[in-house]
């Protein structure tokens, strides 16, 4: 037989075909930020929770406005993010069913040593991110409507500063993820707002070090959500649910503050004692 | 420079290591790119055919655009196929959004073009040198079709390698659709891209080195068996 080599080819090409997923597995998708994924705090805590249950979690890393969005659209079943208002609006729109704490941890602002702007060493993130632009020192921005993006905006409005008008050259939007855009950041020898998480399992530091940090205006709460199955009616309520359960039980909030890189702790646990969404996930003020 | 050696070293301790969990991903990102060419060849090779010998109105503009799309953005594919496949899409109660089909589709999708044009290109050159004497032999436009494939089976082999090269290159299309989801879709380009956002670069440059030495492998193989084939039958 002749033309072998195109047999084989093809023949070797369709036995290949993807095994379907079988019907049995049990999974939910949810949709997160990149701070939670590579931090590698899922791979610590998931496996936890896939043996203990038998349901699988599918997490998709994308910004909070992207994760939202994706939840929008009907793509999630649990979102796992961190922009408070964001979130709010996402349950006023009535995507989200009820929103609950889970833990928390800081923003930290990171620059080159050499920190031509002069903010080391102080507490005041406001007035840190005033002499940079004073400075008109490089600065990397997410730019992505993520939830490090909006905790940035959020600085500059503080420090009275009007970015969208007022940025120059020195002002980088990069529109990236969080690791991405901390290799831009070392590569230029810019500042940049990070989420401690990524910040300490990030590797190629180069010259940045946390320059600014400890202000109560950089807590980072994040929050999880059940997407509502009045809205998106193949949601798989029943096991999206459980993930909520367990991350907020004792058992789950323990496994998050085990999760360690280097000694040190990436993420407080802080949901409301006894898994009620009311004692403490609406009362809190924004952070 | 250290940064590449580093790279090095960390390939070959994966390798090496033989782990479980990059052999799950190296097998995904070959299934998928795999089934992808032999979808994209099945329907772009016999439509490079037909356009190469039929002549037809807007054929002109038909290879015009044919090549255009050689030039797609993965990412333009990666989100085209994610709103179709989104629940809030029109084939979303299928359920394939984030699963290795939706993969598939959107490496077929990109790569079809590629296959078809190429092959068009190839065929309709056999069709300049040997139209009269196919004609003369009374065959009819699809059986010189069909002549023409089986002639030059060997640049279309070429052409079909062409296509796997962009599929098991491409991240932007895969990363949308498949959602780089552990254990489930991710594949060797989207790992090289999260390792990348970590700042692990020498784990990922480590694994674009496999990546670069599975397609090479894959060449060399179809490359014998062409050599091992002519050599054979001429």
Same mark, same amino acid.
């Given at each position: 037989m002749v033309g072998k080599a195109m047999l084989v080819l093809f023949a070797w090409a369709l036995t290949a075909w993807p095994a379907p997923v079988t019907a049995a597995e049990r999974y939910v998708t949810v949709a997160s $930020? $990149?701070? $939670?994924e590579q931090s590698g705090l899922f791979r610590h805590i998931l496996p936890i929770f896939e043996k203990k249950t038998g349901i699988r979690v599918r997490v998709v890393a994308l910004g909070t406005g992207q994760a939202l969005d994706m939840a929008r659209r009907g793509d999630a079943d649990v979102v796992f993010v961190h922009a408070r208002e964001q979130e709010e609006k996402f349950l006023a729109e009535e995507y989200g069913v009820r929103r609950c704490d889970v833990?928390?941890?800081?923003? *930290?602002? *990171? &620059?080159?040593?050499?920190d031509p702007a002069r903010v080391g060493g102080g507490k005041d993130i406001v007035a840190a991110v005033r002499k940079i632009k004073e400075a008109r020192a490089p600065f990397v921005s997410r730019g992505?409507?993520? &939830?490090t993006h909006v905790a940035e905006l959020k600085l500059w409005r503080l420090a009275g500063i009007e970015i969208a008008k007022e940025k120059g050259r020195w002002y980088?939007?990069? &529109?990236? !993820?969080?690791?991405?855009?901390?290799?831009?950041?070392?590569?230029?020898?810019?500042?940049?707002?990070?989420?401690?998480? $990524?910040? /300490?399992?990030?590797?190629?530091? &180069? #010259?940045?070090?946390? /320059? *600014? #940090? !400890?202000?109560?205006? /950089?807590?980072n709460q994040y929050g999880i959500m059940l997407v509502n199955p009045q809205k998106h009616p193949h949601v798989k309520r029943e096991w999206g649910q459980a993930f909520i359960d367990w991350v907020t039980s004792s058992e789950g909030q323990r496994a998050i503050a085990a999760y360690r890189i280097g000694g040190e702790q990436l993420f407080f646990p802080n949901a409301a004692r006894g898994n009620n969404p009311d004692a403490g996930s609406s009362s809190r003020p924004g952070a | 420079m250290n940064d590449i050696v580093l790279a090095l070293g960390e390939a070959l301790r994966l390798i090496g290591g033989l782990d479980a969990k990059l052999t799950g991903i190296v097998v995904l990102s070959l299934e998928i790119s795999l089934s992808?060419?032999? +979808?994209?060849?099945v329907l772009g090779l016999p439509l490079g055919a037909v356009i190469a010998v039929e002549r037809f109105a807007g054929r002109q503009a038909l290879i015009v655009l044919l090549?255009?799309?050689? @030039?797609?953005?993965?990412?333009?594919? @990666?989100?085209?196929?994610?709103?179709?496949?989104?629940?809030? @899409?029109?084939?979303?109660?299928l359920g394939l959004l984030f699963t290795p089909t939706a993969m598939v589709v959107a490496q077929s999708i990109l790569i079809l073009? +590629? +296959?078809?044009?190429?092959?068009?290109?190839v065929i309709e050159d056999a069709w300049r040198e040997y139209e009269e004497q196919l004609r003369s032999l009374g065959a009819r436009r699809f059986d010189a079709a069909l002549t023409l494939m089986w002639d030059t089976r060997f640049s279309l082999v070429t052409v079909v390698l062409a296509g796997f090269g962009r599929a098991a290159a491409e991240v932007g299309a895969v990363i949308i659709v498949g959602g780089n989801i552990d254990g489930v879709t991710r594949v060797m380009t989207t790992t090289i891209a999260l390792e990348t956002s970590k700042g692990d670069l020498p784990l990922a440059l480590g694994l674009g080195m496999i990546l670069v030495g599975l397609v090479l492998a894959l060449n060399g193989i179809a490359h014998s068996i062409r050599e091992a084939v002519q050599r054979r039958y001429g």
């Open positions: $930020t $990149t701070s $939670t833990m928390y941890n800081d923003f *930290v602002l *990171v &620059g080159p040593r050499s992505d409507r993520s &939830g980088r939007d990069t &529109g990236q !993820g969080m690791g991405p855009a901390l290799n831009t950041a070392a590569s230029m020898s810019a500042y940049i707002l990070s989420d401690r998480g $990524t910040w /300490l399992s990030f590797r190629n530091r &180069g #010259e940045l070090a946390i /320059l *600014v #940090e !400890g202000d109560k205006r /950089l807590f | 992808a060419v032999a +979808i994209a060849a090549n255009a799309l050689m @030039g797609l953005p993965p990412v333009v594919v @990666g989100l085209l196929v994610y709103l179709m496949l989104s629940r809030a @899409g029109p084939l979303g109660p073009p +590629i +296959i078809a044009a190429l092959s068009r290109q």
